[in-house]
């Protein structure tokens, strides 16, 4: 999770690459944890179906398009002010990856959430320089 300047604050416990971000999300509890703090958060299209709140959302993602329904031009231009909002925490992502020793990180779950975590420090230490 990033701040709207793409910095990021949190970061979950590693999981295998097939979790589907919905199931982190629950399991994380995030929801909950953004309620409680007042917060919302922009998201990407993983994690449709995780807020069902229609009038005061807390998780806003995009809409899609299927075969059958395709994107109003309201729709789409909401799917773009939304990419907009969203490519700082793009950023922050790819300011992650920066770091080489995650290139070809071969560690148990444990170990991995430990890095990444003292990753993040490094990160909020080097931004905050």
């Known amino acids: 999770m990033t701040d709207e300047n793409g910095r990021l604050i949190w970061i979950s416990a590693a999981r295998p690459g097939r979790t589907h971000d919905n199931t982190a999300a629950r399991h994380d509890h995030i ?9 919302g958060a922009l998201a990407d ?8 709140d229609i009038r005061d959302p807390v998780i806003v993602t995009g809409y899609t398009a299927s075969r059958t329904h395709k994107l109003t031009t309201a ?5 773009r002010v939304l990419a907009i ?5 793009e950023h922050g992502f790819a300011h992650l990856k920066n770091w080489r020793i995650l290139t070809k990180l071969r560690i148990d779950p444990a170990g991995a ?5 003292a990753l993040l420090v490094l990160t909020s230490l080097e931004v905050n320089r």
């Open 45 to 52: 299209l993983g994690f449709r179906g995780l807020d069902n």
């Open 75 to 79: 729709q789409k231009t909401a799917n």
């Open 113 to 117: 959430t430990r890095l990444l975590r």
């Open 31 to 39: 929801l909950n944890h953004l309620l409680a703090a007042g917060l």
């Open 85 to 89: 909002g969203r490519a700082p925490v």
